[in-house]
């Protein structure tokens, strides 16, 4: 008696839909997936959290800039 046979597989060539979110790279088998993808990955993935980084730094300089303004105005409504 023998099992079933194996399931046939395709190669991976490209990012599966959704994996392109991830916080980590897609996990491609040896020797599969699109050529150079980890480094483009990384510089990619860096590229999004500096901007990411940059944003946050930007809403909370405004963030700050406006309670400033807030507390001043009402420092001279008290006047």
């Known amino acids: 008696m023998t099992g079933p046979p194996p399931?046939?597989?395709?190669?991976?060539?490209?990012v599966p839909a959704g994996a392109v979110d991830w916080?980590?790279?897609?996990?491609?088998?040896?020797?599969e997936g699109p050529e150079s993808y980890h480094a483009t990955w990384e510089q990619d993935r860096a590229r999004q959290l500096i901007v990411q980084?940059?944003?946050?730094?930007?809403?909370?300089?405004?963030?700050?800039?406006?309670?400033?303004?807030?507390?001043?105005?009402?420092?001279?409504?008290?006047?």
């Open 7 to 14: 399931l046939k597989r395709r190669k991976l060539t490209s």
């Open 53 to 79: 980084l940059l944003e946050l730094i930007k809403d909370a300089v405004h963030g700050a800039a406006a309670r400033k303004h807030a507390r001043k105005t009402k420092m001279e409504m008290r006047k």
């Open 23 to 31: 916080d980590v790279p897609y996990p491609f088998p040896e020797g």
